[in-house]
């Protein structure tokens, strides 16, 4: 089974500072790889997803996540943190092969502080 | 188009009871997963269906039921409800089956507690 380590279950950042969420996956061969993000009291929602092509990708919001496989990684990123970034994110993967099961890390809650 | 709708929002059972958590989607999605979220552990697949009469099981599977009659439901039933099964629950949906890097839907959540 695949296993998905996020570093850090909280994260703190001033209002306009870098954000890094970082995410670091176990098998050899890549797979598809997720970042959702949940506000208090709701459903995940899809920020930005990397399946095959250019490793830097785009999401919502300002958010881009880079595959590094040389690293087994797919950090996520926002030059610049606003106020409403504040929630649970969390980096997911599932197999190219079977697809149908999918692994969530453990979760990253930021703050941003104004 | 509601997307993937969740009922109850809140349950409270004692331990022993059953029920059902109802999970819906009007997207005609074929893949539908239900998940447990749970504090530092994140989100923990219980049981998938890849359409309708087609249903397999997760990382965490045990304690739960699930059957897929339609396109549109997925229910997840506990039978003998434990504390253990306190937890969060979400109901997913994407398109395709073989489709595996297609957006996961995610309805509102059924927080579930149990005494």
């Known amino acids: 089974a695949q296993s998905v380590t996020q570093l850090g279950s909280h994260v703190s950042v001033s209002e306009g500072a870098l954000v890094l969420l970082r995410c670091n996956y176990s098998s050899s061969v890549p797979p598809y790889l997720f970042w959702y993000v949940q506000y208090p009291n709701q459903g995940l929602q899809l920020l930005l997803k990397?399946?095959?092509?250019?490793?830097l990708v785009k999401g919502i919001n300002g958010f881009e996540a880079e595959f590094k496989k040389s690293e087994t990684s797919f950090h996520l990123t926002k030059p610049s943190a606003h106020m409403s970034d504040a929630a649970e994110y969390f980096c997911?993967?599932?197999?190219?092969?079977?697809?149908?099961?999918?692994?969530f890390g453990t979760g990253t809650s930021l703050t941003v502080i104004p | 188009n509601a997307g993937v709708t969740q009922t109850p929002k809140f349950q409270v059972l004692k331990t022993g009871q059953s029920m059902t958590l109802q999970c819906a989607q009007d997207m005609n999605h074929e893949y539908m997963s239900w998940y447990r979220q749970d504090p530092g552990m994140g989100l923990r697949l219980i049981h998938y269906?890849?359409?309708?009469?087609?249903?397999d099981q997760g990382e965490v599977p045990n304690g739960y039921n699930v059957s897929r009659s339609t396109t549109e439901d997925f229910p997840l039933r506990l039978l003998s409800a434990a504390p253990s099964q306190t937890s969060v629950y979400f109901c997913?949906?994407?398109?395709?089956?073989?489709?595996?890097?297609?957006?996961?839907?995610f309805g509102p959540g059924t927080r579930l507690t149990v005494l």
């Open positions: 997913a949906s994407r398109t395709g089956t073989f489709l595996q890097a297609d957006t996961q839907y």
């Open positions: 997911a993967v599932s197999d190219r092969g079977s697809g149908n099961q999918f692994y």
């Open positions: 269906s890849v359409g309708a009469g087609i249903t």
């Open positions: 990397y399946t095959t092509g250019a490793t």
